[in-house]
Nanobody, 127 residues
Framework: DVRLVESGGGMVQPGGSLRLSCTASGVTISSYLMSWVRKAPGKGPERVSR????????YYLDSVKGRFTMSRDNAKNTLYLRMENLKPEDTGEYYC????????????????????WGQGTLVTVSS
Protein backbone atom coordinates (compact mmCIF):
# COMPACT_ATOMS: atom_id res chain seq x y z
CA ASP A 1 0.00 0.00 0.00
CA VAL A 2 1.09 3.53 -0.77
CA ARG A 3 1.41 5.58 2.37
CA LEU A 4 2.45 9.20 2.81
CA VAL A 5 2.88 10.47 6.35
CA GLU A 6 3.23 14.18 7.09
CA SER A 7 4.72 15.53 10.30
CA GLY A 8 6.07 18.76 11.73
CA GLY A 9 2.93 20.83 12.04
CA GLY A 10 2.04 22.79 15.14
CA MET A 11 1.07 26.16 16.50
CA VAL A 12 3.40 29.10 16.02
CA GLN A 13 3.19 32.85 16.37
CA PRO A 14 3.25 35.09 13.31
CA GLY A 15 6.80 35.36 12.05
CA GLY A 16 7.65 31.88 13.27
CA SER A 17 8.96 28.90 11.34
CA LEU A 18 8.12 25.26 10.86
CA ARG A 19 9.55 22.41 8.81
CA LEU A 20 7.13 19.85 7.49
CA SER A 21 8.22 16.38 6.42
CA CYS A 22 6.47 13.78 4.32
CA THR A 23 7.78 10.24 4.45
CA ALA A 24 6.63 7.75 1.84
CA SER A 25 6.31 3.99 1.91
CA GLY A 26 4.97 1.62 -0.70
CA VAL A 27 5.99 4.06 -3.42
CA THR A 28 9.30 5.40 -4.71
CA ILE A 29 8.75 9.15 -4.83
CA SER A 30 11.73 9.69 -7.13
CA SER A 31 9.41 8.64 -9.96
CA TYR A 32 6.94 11.44 -9.26
CA LEU A 33 6.32 15.11 -9.23
CA MET A 34 5.24 15.93 -5.71
CA SER A 35 3.08 18.72 -4.35
CA TRP A 36 2.25 20.26 -1.01
CA VAL A 37 -1.40 21.20 -0.70
CA ARG A 38 -3.07 23.14 2.06
CA LYS A 39 -6.66 23.42 3.06
CA ALA A 40 -7.47 26.52 5.06
CA PRO A 41 -10.56 26.60 7.29
CA GLY A 42 -13.65 27.22 5.17
CA LYS A 43 -11.73 27.17 1.89
CA GLY A 44 -10.98 24.67 -0.83
CA PRO A 45 -7.60 22.97 -1.16
CA GLU A 46 -4.81 24.80 -2.99
CA ARG A 47 -1.38 23.71 -4.13
CA VAL A 48 1.28 25.57 -2.23
CA SER A 49 4.23 24.18 -4.16
CA ARG A 50 5.27 21.59 -6.70
CA UNK A 51 8.66 19.94 -7.22
CA UNK A 52 9.95 17.89 -10.12
CA UNK A 53 11.24 14.36 -9.71
CA UNK A 54 14.90 15.20 -9.10
CA UNK A 55 14.28 18.34 -7.09
CA UNK A 56 15.89 20.98 -9.29
CA UNK A 57 12.65 22.68 -10.33
CA UNK A 58 10.22 24.02 -7.75
CA TYR A 59 7.19 26.24 -8.20
CA TYR A 60 5.41 28.17 -5.47
CA LEU A 61 2.11 29.87 -4.86
CA ASP A 62 2.70 33.64 -5.12
CA SER A 63 1.66 34.21 -1.51
CA VAL A 64 4.40 31.93 -0.16
CA LYS A 65 7.28 32.80 -2.50
CA GLY A 66 10.35 33.85 -0.57
CA ARG A 67 9.00 32.32 2.65
CA PHE A 68 8.52 28.63 1.83
CA THR A 69 11.13 26.22 0.50
CA MET A 70 10.18 22.82 -0.84
CA SER A 71 12.80 20.13 -1.21
CA ARG A 72 13.12 16.40 -1.48
CA ASP A 73 15.56 13.66 -0.49
CA ASN A 74 14.85 10.80 -2.84
CA ALA A 75 17.37 8.57 -1.07
CA LYS A 76 15.25 8.91 2.07
CA ASN A 77 11.98 8.85 0.14
CA THR A 78 11.06 12.06 1.93
CA LEU A 79 9.67 15.45 1.01
CA TYR A 80 10.10 18.67 2.98
CA LEU A 81 8.50 22.08 3.27
CA ARG A 82 10.40 24.72 5.20
CA MET A 83 8.08 27.56 6.14
CA GLU A 84 9.42 30.86 7.47
CA ASN A 85 7.89 34.19 8.42
CA LEU A 86 4.56 32.44 8.85
CA LYS A 87 1.39 34.49 8.67
CA PRO A 88 -2.09 33.81 10.06
CA GLU A 89 -3.33 33.18 6.51
CA ASP A 90 -0.93 30.22 6.29
CA THR A 91 -3.09 28.39 8.82
CA GLY A 92 -4.50 25.12 7.54
CA GLU A 93 -4.06 21.41 7.11
CA TYR A 94 -1.02 20.64 4.94
CA TYR A 95 -0.86 17.53 2.77
CA CYS A 96 1.78 16.02 0.55
CA UNK A 97 0.69 14.25 -2.60
CA UNK A 98 2.04 12.52 -5.66
CA UNK A 99 1.25 14.72 -8.66
CA UNK A 100 0.43 13.11 -12.00
CA UNK A 101 0.03 16.45 -13.76
CA UNK A 102 2.56 18.37 -15.86
CA UNK A 103 5.55 20.11 -14.30
CA UNK A 104 4.20 23.61 -14.73
CA UNK A 105 4.39 26.80 -12.70
CA UNK A 106 0.61 26.96 -12.95
CA UNK A 107 -0.43 25.53 -9.61
CA UNK A 108 -4.16 25.74 -10.24
CA UNK A 109 -4.25 22.64 -12.40
CA UNK A 110 -6.95 20.18 -11.36
CA UNK A 111 -6.74 18.57 -7.94
CA UNK A 112 -7.71 15.34 -9.66
CA UNK A 113 -4.10 15.21 -10.84
CA UNK A 114 -3.08 14.51 -7.25
CA UNK A 115 -3.02 10.79 -6.71
CA UNK A 116 -1.82 9.54 -3.32
CA TRP A 117 -2.32 11.88 -0.36
CA GLY A 118 -1.11 11.82 3.20
CA GLN A 119 -3.39 12.32 6.20
CA GLY A 120 -2.25 15.91 6.72
CA THR A 121 -0.54 17.89 9.44
CA LEU A 122 -2.13 20.96 11.01
CA VAL A 123 -0.36 24.32 10.97
CA THR A 124 -1.83 27.07 13.10
CA VAL A 125 -0.36 30.57 13.01
CA SER A 126 -1.78 32.73 15.75
CA SER A 127 -0.70 35.20 18.38
Amino acid sequence: DVRLVESGGGMVQPGGSLRLSCTASGVTISSYLMSWVRKAPGKGPERVSRINSNGDVVYYLDSVKGRFTMSRDNAKNTLYLRMENLKPEDTGEYYCATDLGPCTRVLTTPMEELDAWGQGTLVTVSS
